[in-house]
């Protein structure tokens, strides 16, 4: 109710009528058929702890869905929204972390 009382007073002032409609916009979230998946070769982990930087530092970047590191293969699989960030971007957050990361292929 308040917020009724909040948008009739915001139409008033604009010279709406009390009843107008509003429609509030919002981003719709990332369905699977938008997102992109790219796997990264991580060559330089060494230690247990090395996949845990390497996922902490990818999953920080914006539109980052998921990231699932393998010690074993020295790689990261990365699930991203291309609208958001792009793979060089997530390569450069591995690398900043100390971990320089290069799109498999």
């Known amino acids: 109710m308040k917020r009724f009382a909040i948008l009739a007073l915001g139409a008033a002032m604009l010279g709406l009528p009390a009843t107008a409609s509003f429609v509030f916009a919002q981003s719709a979230p ?15 982990m060494t230690c247990g702890l090395c996949p845990v930087t390497v996922k902490a530092a990818m999953s ?6 998921s990231v699932e590191v393998d010690f074993d293969s020295r790689s990261a699989m990365v699930i991203f929204d291309p609208a958001l960030t792009n793979a060089a971007t997530i ?7 100390g971990y320089p990361a290069n799109v498999k292929g």
């Open 30 to 44: 990332a369905t699977a058929s938008t997102l992109t998946e790219v796997t990264f070769d991580v060559p330089d």
């Open 60 to 65: 920080g970047v914006e539109g980052v869905q």
């Open 91 to 97: 390569a450069e957050a591995s690398a900043q972390a």
